[in-house]
């Protein structure tokens, strides 16, 4: 086999009664994230190039959970990660808790191949973005109604719980010494 | 959660992940995405990357196991894949798509469902999302 080439948008409970429409627009931007990928691998590039190109279509998809379209933190922000490694080389590049980087992923690649380290983290993630020539953007950017709707609601469901809960019953589980088999660590 | 692996005509693996997290995420809370050889991971034996429950798959390590497990034991890709998705986590916890170096293309889940899709070179072409 000369080229391979795998992708995924997310796993977990995906409803099943998802309208007909949706779904094949669904399957329409998988099957063409896959053509990103091919198009590369066929024409003899690398496997790096593939997988920057494919997750870059991704995260500029607004349907998944990357990139535009990210989750909403608790604060109301958008906080992205993002990692790639090379398997011959053994050298890897990440990112996390970056706010105003269009595409994670290219950033992830500086810090392989231009950097000595291997993960920047929030402030400094975004510090040595100022050093790079990556697209930026501000948190605006990352928004969509579908995950506003879905951060309200947790948000929601957050203030019933602890309504009903209270203080004391939010304390951590007892540790195991004292009979509590809540793992701490 | 988005990712993708790769294998190249040089028989180079490749192996990414992005992520905007969790929704209603606390205080700088990291999940598995960035922690390489947990949600992303590539070796010379097989590109691995990971979704689901960032911490499940994190205390597992995940991607490193995969390897590990099929360089160790030795095993298959698929065998390494079951042994992960089902004796080391739980049902409905994550999501794995691989390649190792031969070319061997796997899609696997313990969740209800996965948005995937893989292609290769023998024109083996697939796009789903439920099991």
């Given at each position: 086999k000369d080229w391979a080439l795998v992708i995924h948008g997310g796993a977990g409970?995906?409803?099943?009664?998802?309208a007909d429409s949706v779904r094949q627009a669904y399957r329409a931007d998988l099957g063409e994230a896959l053509s990103v990928g091919e198009e590369i691998l066929k024409g003899g590039g690398s496997s790096l190039d593939a997988v920057e190109q494919v997750i870059t279509f991704l995260e500029d998809n607004?349907?998944?959970?990357?990139?535009?379209g990210a989750v909403f933190t608790h604060d109301g922000g958008h906080e992205l990660d993002a990692a790639i490694m090379a398997g011959d080389s053994r050298t890897a590049g990440a990112v996390t808790g970056?706010?105003?980087?269009?595409?994670?992923i290219s950033l992830a690649r500086m810090v392989m191949e231009?950097?000595?380290?291997v993960m920047f983290a929030g402030e400094g993630a975004e510090r040595y973005a100022d050093e790079r020539d990556v697209e930026r953007v501000n948190q605006d950017y990352f928004y969509t109604e579908r995950r506003y709707r879905a951060w309200r609601r947790a948000i929601k469901e957050d203030e019933a719980q602890s309504s009903v809960l209270g203080d004391k019953d939010r304390s951590?589980?007892?540790a195991p010494s004292e009979g509590g088999d809540r793992k701490f660590g | 959660t988005v990712g993708c692996v790769a294998l190249d005509k040089e028989g180079k693996l490749a192996a990414g992940t992005s992520t905007g997290g969790m929704?209603?995420?606390?205080?700088?809370r990291v999940g598995d995405v960035p922690v390489i050889g947990a949600g992303t991971y590539a070796s010379d034996v097989v590109a691995v990357s990971m979704t689901g429950w960032g911490e499940r798959i994190m205390e597992a390590v995940s991607g490193h196991t995969v390897s590990a497990y099929m360089k160790h034991k030795p095993a298959s890709l698929e065998e390494a894949a079951d042994y992960l998705l089902r004796e080391v986590l739980e049902p409905g916890e994550a999501g794995m798509i691989a390649v190792d170096r031969y070319g061997n293309m796997l899609m696997d889940m313990n969740t209800p469902g996965m948005f995937r899709g893989m292609s290769d070179s023998e024109d083996h072409r697939e796009v789903a999302i439920w099991k």
């Open positions: 409970v995906i409803s099943q009664d998802m607004p349907r998944f959970n990357a990139g535009k970056i706010r105003t980087v269009k595409n994670p231009h950097s000595e380290h951590p589980a007892p | 929704t209603n995420k606390k205080y700088g």
